[in-house]
C-alpha cells in the first residue's frame, strides 16, 4: 500500500475517514474528497504527509470532473477508487416520503458514484490497471419498510458495480462492493436531520459495526493479490440477520 494513489470520496465522517487513516498508516498517497473542507483540512493535518484535497459535491457533474482532472500529473495515475460518499435522506413510504430527499438520494448514491468512475477511469484505462471498491449496503440487498428509494439506490450501486467488473474485465481492473449492515457513524443523523434521539435509537442494543472494522475490511479487499478480487463482500454486525431483523440487547 506503500505509495499507492488512493483516491476516497466521503472521507470527512465515518467509514471514509476511518478508510483514509487506515492507508495513511501504511504511506499510501491520499486524495481526500467531501464537501466540508473544513473537516478534509482537519484530517490531513491528522494524517500527516502530503495528501491532495478535492472538495466537490459528488452530484454536480461538471464539478467532479473538475475536481478529479486539476489533481497534479503524479497524482492522476489513481490505482484504487473508494467510491463510499452517500447518504440516506429521510426514512418515509413511498406515498408521504419528500421527493428533495429521492433526489438527494438518486443524485449522491448513484449518479455521483457514476461520476466519479467515470472521471477516475481514463488513467486507470491507460494503465491497465487498477481497483475499484464501491460501497453498497445490506439495503442493496434487500428492501425494508420505508426505505424503498435508499434501498433502491444501493442496488444499483450493486448492479453498476456488477457491470462495471463485466466491462473492465478485459483491461484488467478490479472492480468490488461491500455491503455492511448497521454502522455507527453519521449516516442515521443525516438521515434523520439532526434528530440525536431517533438516531441513536437505531444502534440503541445491536453492538453495530464502528466505520474501523468496515474500514479493515476494505483494506483486506485492497491487500489480496492482484490475481484475486473481491467481487462482494457482506458484512454485519452479530446482532443483525438481514436488513430487518435485528436481536437488540433489551
Ligand atoms: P457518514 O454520514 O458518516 O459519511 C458520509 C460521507 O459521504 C461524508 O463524508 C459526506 O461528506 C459524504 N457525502 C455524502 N453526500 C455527499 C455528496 N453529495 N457529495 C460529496 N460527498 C458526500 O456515513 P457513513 O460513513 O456511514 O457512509 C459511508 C457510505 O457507507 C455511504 O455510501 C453509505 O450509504 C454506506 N453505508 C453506510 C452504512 C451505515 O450503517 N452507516 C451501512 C451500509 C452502507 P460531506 O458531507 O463532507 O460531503
Ligand atoms: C445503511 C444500512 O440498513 O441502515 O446502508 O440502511 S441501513
Known amino acids: 500500500m506503500k505509495n499507492k494513489i488512493i483516491l476516497i470520496t466521503g472521507a470527512t465522517s465515518g467509514i471514509g475517514r ?145 457491470g462495471l467488473r463485466i466491462d473492465l474485465n478485459p483491461i484488467g481492473i478490479r472492480v468490488g462492493a461491500i455491503h455492511p449492515g448497521l454502522v455507527e457513524t453519521e449516516f442515521s443523523e443525516v438521515r434523520f436531520k439532526g434528530d440525536l434521539e431517533r438516531s441513536e435509537k437505531v444502534y440503541k442494543g445491536m453492538q453495530a459495526l464502528s466505520a474501523d472494522e468496515v474500514a479493515d475490511a476494505i483494506i483486506y479487499m485492497a491487500q489480496v493479490p492482484e490475481k484475486v478480487n473481491i467481487a462482494d463482500l457482506v458484512i454485519l454486525p452479530t446482532r443483525q440477520a438481514n436488513a430487518y431483523v435485528n436481536n437488540r440487547i433489551k
Open 18 to 162: 476511518a478508510v483514509a487513516s487506515r492507508f495513511a498508516s501504511m504511506g499510501s498517497k491520499l486524495i481526500l474528497c467531501g464537501r466540508r473542507k473544513e473537516k478534509l483540512k482537519i484530517l490531513a493535518q491528522e494524517l500527516g504527509g502530503s495528501h491532495q484535497l478535492l472538495i466537490f459535491d459528488v452530484r454536480d457533474k461538471k464539478a467532479v470532473f473538475k475536481a478529479i482532472n486539476s489533481l497534479p500529473e503524479d497524482y492522476k495515475k489513481i490505482e484504487l477508487l473508494i467510491n463510499n460518499a452517500g447518504n440516506a435522506h429521510g426514512m418515509d413510504p413511498v406515498q408521504s416520503a419528500d421527493l428533495d430527499d429521492w433526489d438527494a438520494m438518486i443524485d449522491g448514491n448513484v449518479k455521483g458514484l457514476m461520476y466519479v468512475t467515470k472521471a477516475v477511469l481514463p488513467s486507470m484505462v491507460n494503465l491497465r490497471k487498477g481497483q475499484i471498491i464501491n460501497l453498497g449496503s445490506i439495503a442493496a440487498k434487500e428492501v425494508y419498510p420505508n426505505g424503498s428509494v435508499y434501498c433502491s439506490s444501493k442496488a444499483a450501486v450493486d448492479f453498476f458495480t456488477r
